[in-house]
């Protein structure tokens, strides 16, 4: 029995990881219609950023903060500079510019900390582990658990209860008319996009002490990311929730289960969705 | 006019000819290269059927390239006197049933979902592969031996990379001249109007979604053909032939050389392989160089190389015949 609440919270604490990746991803996807492949590089500049900085200061908490601010600036800049150039030749564009995007950040990276993995400690409070319900678990994780809840209710909380939510909201279904409203689309969507590389970074940060750093972990997350996307539906905040779980929760008992099958049950869960629903379980028709 | 028609099929047998030709003065380090660039060149091909005639941008190409490499390797590994025909043909009949299976289910999206899934089934295609080791070889790969080349009448060593290269020129080659002729069909033509307008077409009582998933099959079989030359050529085939990496080599590939000319793959091919050999000697961050030339073509000049060459052309052509520059436009 405690090793299955273990393994339930390892699920709970991937869910965490994987909803705080693809939030930012389906909340760009949904207000500018760009599918961001360089979404999970910034993801890993940030676990790098954070890596250096606790390297730096001897602290955690400070690249929790920065990181992200960081990340924020550089996608503002991405979007302002390189996005809105290609925006005229079509999406196709797009997409190849942030799949390039992501090419050359993930070969910065190797040059940059080196083509091997490293290793964090978060040290303090977060690095323990506590008691309760008869096992002894990470405080890290739960950590993790309740950042993403954090960060989720946020995000609905701004989209639905506030003025930027709904000049957000209305962007995206008629973004000319908001215009013609006297405010700035262009600059709302640069911050859109700024958004969703700070919260990707904030993701990667997180990331760091849970998975170790290395080049590889922008491909790994993204996979993950864009299952989740795919079983949640396209731009949905809720179906990305419930597939963040879903996944989160079938990754952990898949290794305690069928090891073998592992690697494979998440793609199978994603072939069935495609072949039941194909636009996802929380997705509009297409 | 005649002239015009005639002038593919032209420099479609200068290249042949020159293709024969140049191993008399190259060594044997260069004829290597020159048989990874033809065998990329029809990968690149491929793919570029798929993005530049069919504004369809797939990031998972290398499944085909992968199950063609590995089948061929498999196929020759457990199929005691199998011949080199035998093998190929294996690899191709695989990746045309893969790309049947795959395009069915995924074709049904398009733009960024379809692009999406590719990425997520290229992975998947890595994870079975990683895991399957009983065929694939896990992390270390599969080593074959080119068997010898039986033709009827005589039978042609292939040990010998010069023997392999003239077998690649030739079918590789003919592979290319079929894709260039399938562009011209009625079918190749289907598709490029579809890009254009597929309301259109659909309109004009066109199955859009079956001259799309013809299309990705045959893609799908061209680039097995190519990835089966893969392991004929090294003799060895690992996991990186199937990871999401070879499809980035093909992506870049075809953008550096152009996705508007039906040539300028090959050419995206050639300046890859050359780069990558060159540039490799002088520092291990060759791939970050690639990636700023993709980035800078992405932003500058989406038509690549071959539109470089072609506005190059252009401007030469119009110093010299200055009275008539429409008629260039027209043709």
């Given at each position: 029995m405690s090793e299955f609440i273990v393994f339930f919270l390892h699920g709970l604490a991937y869910a965490g990881l994987l909803f705080l990746?693809?939030?930012?991803?389906?909340?760009?996807?949904?207000?500018?219609?760009?599918?961001?492949?360089?979404?999970?590089?910034?993801?890993?500049?940030?676990?790098?950023?954070?890596?250096?900085?606790?390297?730096?200061?001897?602290?955690?908490?400070?690249?929790?903060?920065?990181?992200?601010?960081?990340?924020?600036?550089?996608?503002?800049?991405?979007?302002?500079?390189?996005?809105?150039?290609v925006h005229v030749h079509g999406h196709l564009h797009e997409l190849l510019l942030t799949f390039g995007l992501s090419y050359i950040i993930t070969e910065l990276v190797k040059s940059v900390w080196g083509n091997y993995p490293l290793a964090m400690n978060v040290g303090g409070f977060l690095g323990t582990s506590i008691q309760f319900l008869g096992i002894l678990y990470p405080v890290y994780r739960i950590f993790i658990f309740l950042c993403a809840v954090l960060v989720g209710l946020a995000m609905a909380l701004i989209l639905y209860r506030t003025r930027l939510g709904i000049i957000l909201r209305a962007s995206v279904n008629d973004g000319e008319m908001v215009n013609a409203l006297g405010i700035n689309v262009p600059l709302v969507l640069m911050g859109v996009f700024g958004f969703g590389a700070a919260l990707s970074g904030f993701a990667g940060v997180i990331a760091g002490p849970l998975l170790t750093t290395y080049p590889g972990m922008a491909h790994e997350i993204l996979i993950d990311a864009f299952v989740v996307i795919v079983v949640g539906g396209f731009g949905s905040l809720g179906g990305a929730v419930a597939a963040s779980l879903l996944i989160g929760e079938l990754q952990s008992f898949g290794v305690l289960l069928f090891p073998k099958l592992s690697l494979a049950l998440v793609y199978l869960l994603m072939a069935a969705v495609l072949i039941v629903k194909p636009s996802g379980l929380f997705g509009e028709k297409q | 006019m005649i002239l015009q028609k005639q002038a593919p099929h032209l420099s479609i047998a200068t290249l042949f000819a020159l293709g024969a030709l140049v191993p008399l003065v190259l060594r044997q380090y260069h004829v290597n290269m020159l048989t990874e660039i033809i065998i990329f060149a029809l990968y690149a091909v491929s793919y570029n059927l798929l993005l530049g005639y069919a504004g369809l941008l797939s990031f998972g190409h290398a499944m085909f390239f992968g199950t063609g490499a590995f089948a061929a390797a498999v196929a020759l590994l457990h199929i005691p006197g199998l011949s080199l025909w035998g093998a190929i043909g294996f690899a191709v009949a695989m990746t045309t049933v893969t790309g049947f299976a795959v395009g069915g289910l995924l074709l049904r999206h398009k733009g960024s979902y379809f692009a999406l899934l590719t990425l997520a089934f290229n992975s998947l295609f890595y994870a079975v592969a990683t895991k399957w080791q009983t065929v694939t070889g896990g992390d270390d790969g599969l080593s074959v031996t080119r068997p010898a080349l039986n033709l009827g009448f005589a039978t042609v060593k292939m040990a010998a990379i010069s023997n392999f290269y003239y077998f690649t020129l030739v079918i590789v080659g003919a592979a290319m001249v079929f894709c260039w002729y399938f562009t011209r069909t009625a079918m190749g033509q289907t598709v490029l109007l579809m890009r254009e307008n597929e309301e259109r077409m659909k309109f004009l009582g066109y199955s859009t979604n079956i001259s799309r998933l013809i299309l990705f099959t045959f893609t799908g079989a061209v680039a097995g053909l190519s990835g089966a030359f893969y392991t004929l050529h090294f003799q060895f085939v690992s996991l990186s032939a199937v990871s999401v990496d070879m499809t980035t080599t093909v992506l870049l590939m075809t953008f550096v050389g152009g996705t508007r000319t039906f040539w300028g793959p090959i050419l995206g091919s050639f300046v890859y392989i050359i780069i990558q050999n060159y540039l490799s000697d002088i520092t291990d961050r060759w791939p970050l160089f690639m990636g700023l030339i993709f980035i800078f073509l992405v932003l500058l000049v989406p038509g690549g190389l071959s539109q470089i060459i072609g506005s190059i052309r252009d401007w030469l052509t119009r110093k010299r015949t200055p009275d008539e520059p429409a008629a260039e436009k027209a043709s």
């Open positions: 990746v693809s939030a930012g991803l389906t909340l760009v996807f949904g207000m500018m219609n760009v599918l961001n492949f360089a979404h999970a590089a910034m993801y890993m500049l940030g676990a790098y950023f954070s890596y250096t900085l606790v390297a730096v200061t001897g602290r955690f908490w400070p690249s929790l903060i920065l990181c992200p601010v960081l990340l924020f600036v550089a996608g503002a800049l991405v979007e302002r500079f390189l996005l809105r150039r | -």
